[in-house]
């Protein structure tokens, strides 16, 4: 989940994607001819693919981003034939991928060549917004309105970062300047 886009390996990548974008794509298209009229799909993106990218995450995010495309284009296409498609947008969760989360970052900064000053800084807030986890029943419910629910929204906010929410309410250029001050 967690790399450098420069020292990452393209392995690595590559395993992401195929999970994260290519298992949902495949699920979909595997069970799509057993959906009926005003059937539903929904697709679990992530509060990450709504913003622009976070330094260090770019596996993930640009995964998720994917998902977030496919998403838009299945429903439009999806309208035709009275199938809803509906996006969630989850914040963090008690799952085991914020556990592996902590040891991937310890493995950066012991393995980079290039970050270890920003990786050393940014390790006390990505502790932060890990213990900030929220309990994975709340997306069940979220599922189960979006199923249940006559008019469902497009997509759902499960317990997004604040601070992410509000990083990216700046544009790019001021982003990647708070990034460098706060992290340098």
Request: net charge positive.
């Amino acid at each position: 989940m967690l790399d450098s886009i420069i020292e990452g390996s393209e392995e690595k990548l590559r395993k992401i994607i195929e999970v994260n974008f290519f298992g949902m794509y495949k699920v979909n298209r595997a069970f799509f001819d057993y959906l009926v009229q005003n059937g539903r799909i929904i697709n679990m993106a992530s509060e990450v693919a709504r913003h622009t990218p976070q330094p260090f995450m770019a596996y993930y995010t640009m995964s998720k981003k994917m998902v977030d495309t496919y998403s838009d284009v299945l429903r439009r296409e999806c309208n035709y034939l009275g199938i809803k498609v509906i996006k969630l947008y989850s914040g963090s969760m008690k799952t085991g991928m914020l556990g592996n989360a902590k040891d991937e970052y310890e493995r950066m900064i012991e393995e980079t060549k290039y970050f270890i000053k920003p990786l050393t800084k940014l390790k006390g807030m990505m502790d932060k917004e890990v213990n900030k986890t929220n309990d994975p029943i709340l997306v069940a419910k979220v599922i189960e309105k979006a199923l249940t629910k006559r008019r469902p929204r497009l997509s759902y906010k499960i317990k997004n970062s604040l601070a992410l929410s509000m990083m990216g309410s700046f544009n790019e250029r001021f982003q990647d300047y708070i990034y460098k001050k706060v992290i340098n």
